[in-house]
């Protein structure tokens, strides 16, 4: 079981930046793909960004290309999301997540929901324009 709690959204004018970071317990993340997803109010909730076990593959979704960076220190068991140049279409609640990966899945990310297996609570990111 990994229990995930993230932190650090708020209210942020356009143009500014925050940084999101997602705390794991319960197990060690460096087994695990971990991803960044957000929903929108009216809308599903979308693939950000997405991170291999190590690190070592980043991807990040069309619309956030750019401008947010998906990070982790397995050490510090933490994932984190630094947002740049916040848009107003940017505000949603963030959740992090958590997915199980096979030995041979080094350097897999994934994109989809049903791929994770583990997911935070939620923060919510407001960029007023």
């Known amino acids: 079981q990994v229990l995930l709690v993230e932190s650090g959204g708020g209210l942020v004018q356009a143009g500014g930046s925050l940084r999101l970071s997602c705390a794991a317990s319960?197990?060690?993340?460096?087994?695990?793909?971990m991803g960044w997803f957000r929903q929108a109010p009216g809308k599903e909730r979308e693939f950000v960004a997405g991170?291999?076990?190590?690190?070592?593959?980043?991807e990040n979704a069309d619309s956030v290309k750019g401008r947010f960076t998906i990070s982790r220190d397995n050490a510090k068991n933490t994932v984190y999301l630094q947002m740049n140049s916040l848009k107003a279409e940017d505000t949603a609640v963030y959740y992090c997540?958590?997915?199980?990966?096979?030995?041979?899945?080094?350097?897999?990310?994934?994109?989809?929901?049903?791929?994770?297996?583990?997911w935070g609570q939620g923060t919510q990111v407001t960029v007023s324009s």
């Open positions: 997540a958590a997915g199980r990966t096979v030995a041979a899945g080094m350097f897999v990310v994934y994109r989809q929901q049903y791929e994770y297996d583990y």
């Open positions: 319960g197990r060690s993340i460096s087994s695990y793909a």
């Open positions: 991170s291999s076990r190590s690190g070592g593959r980043i």
